[in-house]
């Protein structure tokens, strides 16, 4: 069977672009010549931002006059430096990569879609992923056990336990669809596993071979279902985090369409001093381009500067591309490049064969200054970077150290309304007695999850009514045993110190740098207070290789820090619970506590539900900061603690040189270590092989199943082509403040028991020790529109005062007296068949890619989102699944316009011939009659999204092209 698109596939040879080139190795193979595409005069192409024609060689090589045409690729090859950005470009890309949050209910809807073909009399083989995609399983694993040798194993006991039918349902997926592969648990993180693995840099087709030629290469371009999808552009390879529905459509032959970017140019030049590291760095460049607004916008990194650096530490800047605002940031292909694909194992002919098809597409060479023109050309001098921490709400907000106590006491001291944490200065100087159980080893601390007595003066146990932060534990848990330790806490303790996050943990300069620290830590006698939850979850088994090979790993042991798991934890939010007796002091007490992380997020609520500071902070000053115990601390002056002599120890004394850390990072990595590593996954994780599957083309969706149920999308899915129309009477289902973040929207981490997703699961028999974490239940669309702005730290305006997802039903409509939970006030709303929109203010969805952040609203019957500005990802998720984005015209937003809930509002100017960006009028209807029109921006953003508007969403669309195209393919056998 060959579906249309595929038959487009077929080689072209538009202004004789299609050549041949010497491959190395003795082969001959075929591409498409950017240079060609110069002399043919269609574009000045060699003076364009190397990121634009690596997307240009995907424009014209698909450009089958249907998806991709001609005029495509001559406004791409005449790229301006500065232009009003109207075209959208189509971008075929060669490769999909993602996580198992967001890819198995992305499985879901490819099998509720091959369900409806079924359902319709059709072959269901026609929803295949027609490019290959490889799903990492790494969000799911939690530190319930640190601190010890056997943390490891017990985490993914019950990784396994809690995971199993999600994981059935994978295994289901690799033998259904093709082109579907799983890198299972216990092996990586998606984009460390990306950089080390997966990544290719240069593909070939069939297509050539096909049509009796020479082979054909094209560069490795992907998206992914993670915002983090980014750190592959440090190896020189285009590629950006979309949400899961783009993503469907990609693999189903979609191109990703997305606005002509602006291209920002930042020139690096001199070298990192002594003492600063790449997570510093990567801090650095975040908050720079912070400033400079680069949100939408593609940022290429070049000059002197750029070519030293190698590619972990661009990977590590390039990974944060999320939180500086930018589609990507990116690293041309050099000589470094080709030295990592060598370093990291990969076939030596296809290393050949890499450099030579770079060199032949004049793509090869981190350009220099005049090279290129660029959108806006910003300068950075690395020996200008200093040790910096960024929080502690804020990836952005950039610290430097010796300021971080200072920054601490007046955010601790600042009102709320000014983002502070309303305490006052007599706080900080009190201490709060806790005591716990410590599960291991006294001295090194160790410190099980869970542990015995929440307090002297509670000597129950405490797990029957404590909601942990993630689950609650097992017995077993609490048999860990062991003497008791107590100690102090208070605000600003290290109560969470985590070397976590692929952003460094794929870098081994900062991983080495982690391990030298600890060392000269434990020699020097100092510990680590038993009450911090330490951690270690490197991003792949390199990691513990070289930390082993390097005899480093003793010694962060030693502190506490043993390997809790390989796979995102404390990064996604899946710290675990805190000791019961800690937890419980930081709610009694109201304690602004404290986490350490080598992550890139900090949000509200993100690290942990107990955690209000979080500080994002290179691997060696996790460990710093853990020894110290309290972010309010200045390192640079202050020791970190007493040594075995009874002396001041500080960081400056223990701080590992840089070529102490280039000597260990000569010899610990080596290629045939990546080889082993990742030639045999099965055997690597023999639970994985344990785990059932079923058969067939179709899933045999299992009513009973809290993990996987067949979603409402296509339940009455018909031909045809849908309508757009005007909105009107629609109730404001929330109104919100800035910085809404698709956590708030769709939350990850927990479920509480008296939300309405837990009361569900406790209605459908699922004991609240098997809760489990909304990521995990992504795949149930129950679970997730319950879910959706059920956040506890959301604040609806609806509501003033309260905190959590709430709301109030307004019109007469019947709901519970007083506030009422989102969903339930959803579902009056839509018994009554009255639409819903939501107000916000500036960066709407900002925050990790959750296509749950836009399908639990639109589940919830919303129709429009309102907001001063949007998150990229978000807003097309939006359009995505048949919401409609609005945005407020400058200075406009819920405060001018003194909106309280009360008010009903029209959207009109909504119908067939809508455009993208044009203007709509938003009616405001108030309470007492009055009514106003303001205009708004309707962000749709290109024609494309307005056919799937229309559809109701990009997946009928699909789906429609799909059957339509099928003609008369008889259904095959389920
Ligand atoms: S470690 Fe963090 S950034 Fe990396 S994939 Fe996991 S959640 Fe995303």
Not at 139 to 167: C, I, K, T
Not at 413 to 442: H, I, M, W, Y
Not at 723 to 728: L, Q, S, Y
Request: glycine residues 10%; aromatic residues 8%; charged residues 20%.
């Amino acid at each position: 069977m060959k579906h249309w698109f595929a038959l487009m596939s077929d080689s072209h040879n538009l202004f004789d672009t299609l050549q041949k080139f010497d491959a190395g190795s003795g082969v001959t193979g075929s591409l498409y010549s950017l240079p060609q595409l110069e002399k043919a005069g269609i574009g000045p192409v060699s003076k364009l931002p190397v990121s634009i024609r690596l997307v240009l060689e995907s424009v014209l090589r698909n450009c089958d006059g249907k998806r991709v045409s001609e005029q495509n690729v001559r406004a791409l090859a005449n790229w301006k430096t500065k232009a009003a950005r109207t075209e959208e470009i189509p971008f075929v890309v060669a490769r999909i990569v993602l996580q198992d949050f967001t890819g198995v209910p992305l499985l879901v809807d490819l099998a509720a879609m091959r369900s409806a073909v079924a359902r319709l009399g059709k072959n269901p083989k026609l929803i295949e992923p027609l490019v290959p995609v490889d799903l990492v399983v790494d969000h799911s694993v939690q530190v319930d056990f640190a601190g010890s040798a056997e943390a490891l194993r017990r985490n993914l006991d019950m990784e396994f336990g809690r995971n199993r039918e999600r994981y059935q349902f994978l295994k289901w997926g690799m033998q259904a669809f093709d082109t579907f592969k799983v890198v299972p648990p216990g092996i990586g993180i998606v984009h460390q596993v990306n950089l080390e693995y997966l990544a290719k840099g240069v593909l070939s087709t069939a297509q050539g071979a096909k049509s009796g030629t020479v082979p054909l290469y094209y560069p490795d371009t992907l998206v992914g279902t993670d915002s983090h999808t980014t750190m592959i552009n440090g190896l020189g390879i285009v590629g950006w985090g979309v949400g899961g529905i783009e993503a469907e459509a990609g693999m189903l032959g979609q191109p990703v369409y997305f606005l002509t970017p602006d291209v920002v140019g930042v020139h690096l030049h001199g070298s990192l001093r002594e003492g600063v590291t790449a997570t510093d760095l990567a801090l650095t460049v975040t908050q720079l381009l912070r400033k400079a607004k680069v949100v939408g916008k593609f940022v290429e990194f070049y000059g002197p500067g750029a070519a030293a650096l190698p590619v972990v530490d661009r990977a590590t800047i390039a990974n944060m591309a999320p939180e500086y605002g930018a589609t990507m940031g990116f690293f041309p292909i050099d000589s470094e490049s080709v030295g990592y694909f060598r370093a990291t194992g990969r076939p030596e002919e296809h290393v050949r064969l890499y450099e030579a098809y770079y060199r032949a597409q004049g793509l090869f060479g981190m350009p220099q200054k005049g090279d290129i023109s660029y959108s806006a050309d910003l300068d950075l001098d690395l020996a200008g970077v200093v040790p910096s921490v960024a929080g502690p709400k804020r990836p952005q907000d950039r610290i430097e150290l010796p300021n971080l106590k200072k920054e601490f006491v007046s955010t601790f001291t600042k009102p709320v309304t000014e983002n502070g944490f309303g305490k006052s200065q007599d706080d900080l100087a009190r201490n709060f007695e806790v005591a716990v159980q410590n599960g291991c080893s006294p001295g090194g601390g160790s410190q099980e999850p869970v542990s015995g007595a929440a307090s002297k003066a509670q000597n129950t146990n405490p797990y029957t009514e404590l909601e942990m932060a993630n689950n609650r534990p097992t017995p077993d848990m609490i048999n860990g045993g062991g003497a008791e330790v107590s100690g102090s806490i208070r605000h600003g303790s290290v109560l969470i110190a985590a070397i976590t996050s692929c952003t460094n943990t794929s870098n081994p300069s900062v991983m080495l740098a982690a391990g030298l620290l600890a060392k000269k830590a434990v020699e020097r006698g100092l510990q680590v207070n038993p009450l911090v939850k330490t951690s270690l979850a490197p991003g792949s088994r390199v990691v513990t290789d070289y930390l082993n090979q390097s005899g480093l790993q003793p010694f962060l042991d030693k502190l506490g820090f043993n390997v809790v798991g390989y796979g995102c934890t404390t990064c996604i939010g899946n710290s675990g619970p805190l000791a019961a007796p800690v937890d419980e002091a930081i709610g009694k007490f109201d304690l602004v506590a404290a986490s350490v992380l080598s992550g890139n997020r900090n949000f509200e609520a993100r690290v942990h539900q107990s955690i209000k500071a979080n500080f994002l902070m290179s691997p060696p000053l996790v460990v710093a900061f853990a020894l110290a115990g309290r972010v309010d601390i200045d390192l640079t002056t202050e020791p970190l603690g007493k040594g075995k002599d009874g002396g001041d120890v500080y960081l400056k004394d223990i701080w590992p040189s840089l070529q102490e850390v280039r000597d260990l990072f000569r010899t610990t990595l080596r290629p045939e270590v990546f080889r082993q590593l990742y030639r045999d996954f099965a055997q690597l994780n023999p639970k994985w092989n344990e785990i059932p599957s079923s058969t067939g083309n179709v899933y045999q969706w299992d009513s009973t199943s809290t993990y996987i149920q067949e979603p409402p999308f296509f339940l009455n899915f018909k031909l045809g082509s849908g309508t757009i129309a005007e909105i009107k009477g629609a109730r404001p289902l929330g109104i919100f403040g800035d910085s809404v973040t698709t956590d708030h929207i769709s939350p990850a981490g927990s479920i509480k028991k008296t939300s309405a997703a837990g009361k569900y699961l406790l209605e459908h028999g699922v004991s609240y020790e098997e809760f489990n974490s909304y990521g995990s239940r992504r795949g149930n669309d129950r679970v997730m529109t319950r879910g959706t702005f059920a956040n506890v730290r959301i604040k609806n305006l609806i509501v003033p005062g309260t905190e959590g997802g709430v709301t109030k039903v307004f019109g007469g409509i019947k709901a519970a007296e007083g506030p009422v939970t989102i969903y339930d006030g959803a579902m009056a709303y839509q018994a009554q068949g009255t639409p819903l929109v939501v107000i916000a203010g500036q960066e709407y969805g900002t925050g990790s890619s959750r296509d749950w952040a836009a399908k639990g609203t639109a589940l919830l019957g919303v129709r429009a989102v309102i907001a001063q500005s949007f998150e990229r990802i978000h807003r097309s998720n939006l359009v995505g699944m048949g919401v409609l984005p609005l945005q407020f015209k400058e200075g406009v937003n819920v405060q001018t316009l003194k909106l309280d809930g009360s008010e009903t509002y029209d959207v009109l100017g909504l119908g067939p011939n809508l455009k993208p960006q044009q203007d709509l009028t938003l009616r405001i209807n108030r309470a007492n009659g009055q009514s106003e029109n303001i205009p708004v921006t309707c962000r749709i953003d290109t024609p494309i999204e307005i056919d799937y508007y229309q559809h109701g969403g990009i997946l009928p669309f699909v789906l429609r092209q799909l059957v339509g195209a099928s003609g008369n393919s008889s259904p095959a056998k389920a």
